[in-house]
């Protein structure tokens, strides 16, 4: 018999666990803060990529 082939989607993400941390962005004279990868809204919830998207099994990998 056939195995049931593993989900790509992990249950359990670790790694998003990580302190706050300042980002910046340097030019000749100045810096810009970006925006926290992991804390920021925007940033989080902005994945538009289809190899995160988990729809195409109604997220039964998830």
Partial sequence: MKKARTGYAPNSRGYFEQKPR???SYSAKDY?????PVR????????SNVEF????????SI
Avoid: H
Avoid at 32 to 36: G, K, Q, R, V, Y
Avoid at 55 to 60: A, I, L, M, Q
């Fill in 22 to 24: 300042l980002y910046k």
């Fill in 53 to 60: 998207d988990y729809t195409y099994d109604r997220g039964e």
């Fill in 32 to 36: 810009t803060l970006l925006p926290d």
């Fill in 40 to 47: 920021d809204p925007i940033v989080v919830n902005n994945i």
